[in-house]
């Protein structure tokens, strides 16, 4: 709520460009997606500690389909279709805000279509003072080590974007469409499997069955290393015929692509090494420490830092 009104007043009293108007003005539309996706978030983590797993992963399905459908449905045929495909200036606004709007509706859905499960599994909500609870304020004194451990990746894409920012918007957009590249394969493999992984490290560490521990961890590094391997190859050898298959179109030329690709080359090999992170962190958050990955991830990040100030500067 603070940060919508903090967008409000800014557009309302500030004088921005053209392009940071706009950002404001989808920022302002998007805001309440916050308050979606942290009840997304709750649902899955209801679900998975009652070992649902495939039904909460299908909420990243719903997003695509409603995103799919706004692009290639709505729009269309709201603004007619050989004038939304023109690539015009003021269809690419309406194109955004139509996006936009189909973010929020696909946070909805994310939610509402766990409820029955929940629902199933005995949840009612119900109002009870937070401070009530013991748990509660574990919880909370966990929530912010936990938090920049599991965001370590995501905190490091952050960095190196702000940085790119400083150079030239074509190194921020190479660079984006390398990590949503990467993404993939980690979220299809890493997550889903460390997803799955928590509920029962965290059942052998409170047993205190270490063996079992040990071995849950290890099996499933050799499937991710399995899977995620072949992956960083097959993104490091076809980089190319993969950016141009899919990006390459309208105002993505040939250049484009070929800095794309080169970006998808040096983050391809850290595949594994991410993917591991995903299974040792909850590892460490099945053992309750948190302040293991914190520390490792603030090195990361130290490092991340340097490291792309450095190279940035001297290749540009």
């Not at 299908?58 to 459908?69: D, E, H, P, S």
């Not at 370590?152 to 190194?171: D, K, M, P, S, W």
């Not at 660079?175 to 059942?203: I, K």
């Not at 950016?243 to 692509?257: I, K």
Request: with cysteine.
């Amino acid at each position: 709520g603070v940060g919508l009104l903090g967008v409000t007043l800014a557009l309302e009293w500030g004088e921005f460009s053209e392009k940071t108007t706009l950002t404001l003005e989808l920022l302002r539309w998007v805001f309440p997606y916050l308050m979606l996706i942290c009840l997304v978030a709750v649902a899955m983590g209801i679900l998975n500690s009652r070992e649902h797993f495939f039904l909460p992963a299908l909420g990243a399905v719903i997003m695509n389909v409603v995103m799919i459908t706004a692009v290639l449905v709505v729009g269309p045929t709201i603004h007619g279709a050989e004038k939304w495909w023109s690539g015009e200036k003021a269809d690419l606004e309406q194109t955004i805000f139509v996006l936009a709007i189909a973010v929020l509706l696909a946070g909805g859905l994310q939610f509402l279509y766990q409820l029955p499960t929940l629902w199933r599994e005995g949840f009612r909500p119900k109002w009870i003072s937070p401070w009530a609870d013991d748990s509660v304020r574990t919880v909370l004194k966990r929530l912010g080590p936990g938090v920049i451990g599991v965001a370590a990746f995501q905190l490091n894409v952050l960095a190196t974007y702000c940085i790119g920012f400083f150079v030239g918007e074509h190194v921020v957009a190479s660079y984006g469409y390398a990590v949503r590249l990467l993404e993939l394969p980690q979220g299809l493999f890493s997550v889903s499997l460390a997803t799955f992984l928590l509920p029962a490290l965290a059942d052998y560490a409170a047993e205190k069955k270490y063996g079992d521990f040990r071995n849950n961890i290890d099996e499933a590094a050799r499937h991710l290393l399995f899977l995620n391997l072949p992956a960083a190859v097959l993104l490091f050898v076809m980089a190319d015929p993969i950016v141009q298959l899919l990006f390459q179109y309208g105002a993505f030329g040939p250049e484009a692509t070929e800095r794309a690709a080169w970006a998808l080359r040096c983050l391809a090999p850290a595949l594994p090494g991410y993917s591991l992170v995903l299974i040792l962190g909850r590892a460490f958050y099945a053992l309750g420490d948190v302040k293991t990955p914190v520390k490792i991830s603030i090195v990361c990040l130290v490092l991340n830092l340097v490291l792309a100030i450095v190279l940035v500067l001297q290749f540009e």
